[in-house]
């Protein structure tokens, strides 16, 4: 992956010398990790309560109601919890082979064509999150849920904040990206590898 951050609290810039992160960036990679974090806790909570389901199917003829309606829930919650952790650490599914060319052997293309792509990201967030601001009033106004009256009901509007939350993590996330492929000034190694393409 061609991602102009690391993990830690410095980053690698194009000439190898390491860069300190500010405080907010740290603040905001312990953010995105914790809402990974989350997401796991709520995976494992869910593979907890099919199997008390599924032991309470079997052993007890008891099924837990709502258990389908729940998991529905959970997957979008889930994958809107690590979707920005997911960007962060360069998981996230992209086809970065031309681009890591162009940084190797043309860097101030390379940036260029990062910036690009992380715009790219930061529009499709913004028309995403937008969306979801607009489905999460609705479902709070209208009092929208899941389930059926006298059996089990579940509200839509927690989740549909949790998506709005993890959109705008990533959105975040891709500004960031694009902030530091600006930031980075080209070195004397890029102002030769740009020399050498033009001949």
């Known amino acids: ?5 690391s993990d830690g609290t410095t980053a690698e810039k194009t000439d ?7 405080v907010l960036s740290t603040l905001f990679n ?19 309560l099919v199997n008390c389901d599924a032991f309470g199917r079997t052993l007890f003829n008891h099924p837990i109601e709502g258990v389908i309606e729940i998991i529905e829930l959970s997957v ?6 690590q979707i920005a952790d997911a960007t962060r650490v360069g998981r996230l599914t992209r086809s970065d082979g031309l681009l890591n060319i162009a ?3 043309a860097p101030r293309l390379g940036r260029f064509m ?8 930061i529009l499709f967030m913004a028309i995403v999150l937008w969306g979801s601001l607009i489905l999460l009033s609705g479902s709070i106004r209208n009092n929208e849920y899941v389930g059926a009256d ?8 927690p989740v549909k904040t949790v998506i709005v939350v993890g959109c705008a993590a990533t959105l975040l996330q ?6 530091r492929y600006l930031r980075d000034k080209p070195t004397a190694t890029d102002q030769v590898a740009d020399a050498q393409r033009e001949f």
């Open 76 to 81: 979008v919650g889930i994958v809107f919890l």
């Open 30 to 48: 312990k953010g995105v990790t914790g809402l990974n974090a989350l997401g796991s806790v709520w995976v494992l909570f869910v593979m907890i």
């Open 114 to 121: 990062g910036v690009l792509w992380e715009a790219m990201g």
């Open 103 to 105: 940084l190797a052997n």
């Open 150 to 157: 006298g059996v089990f009901t579940f509200p839509e509007w």
């Open 1 to 5: 992956m061609a991602d102009p951050i």
């Open 16 to 22: 190898g010398a390491p860069r300190k992160t500010g």
């Open 174 to 179: 891709f500004c960031v990206f694009a902030t």
